[in-house]
């Protein structure tokens, strides 16, 4: 199984950008699948996740209104919409799939993308 996130850059505050998932060897609509984030001498953070059961979603109360997952089974993507960025989202994202359709802790995502860096500006 491979994730290949693209979509990061550089954005000024206030701007938008969507970062795209696309995988292959696993037909990843049965699957859960999240993105995740990474900030320079900070851990792993779960931002957002979407069931591959029912479609439903979890998301972080931090980006919550301004970011949103999202799927596409037939191109075998996931996708996040990143709005009214700010200089605290900063990071490298990552996408990752789950070994379950439903929502799960982060140990549930067995594979994972290379990342993408998101850079904000003020």
């Known amino acids: 199984v491979q994730l290949q996130a693209s979509g990061g850059g550089l954005v000024q505050a206030g701007g938008s950008l969507r970062l795209s998932c696309a995988a292959s060897?696993?037909?990843?609509?049965?699957?859960?699948m999240g993105w995740f984030r990474q900030a320079p001498g900070k851990e792993r953070e779960f931002l957002t996740a979407?069931?591959?059961?029912?479609?439903?979603?979890d998301t972080i109360p931090s980006i919550k209104g301004r970011f949103t997952i999202s799927r596409d089974n037939a191109k075998n993507s996931v996708y996040l919409q990143m709005n009214s960025l700010n200089r605290e989202d900063t990071a490298v994202y990552y996408c990752?799939?789950?070994?379950?359709?439903?929502?799960?802790?982060?140990?549930?995502?067995?594979?994972w993308g290379q990342g993408t860096q998101v850079t904000v500006s003020s």
């Open positions: 990752a799939t789950a070994g379950r359709a439903t929502l799960g802790p982060i140990e549930s995502y067995n594979y």
């Open positions: 060897g696993r037909t990843i609509s049965s699957y859960a």
């Open positions: 979407i069931s591959g059961s029912d479609g439903s979603t």
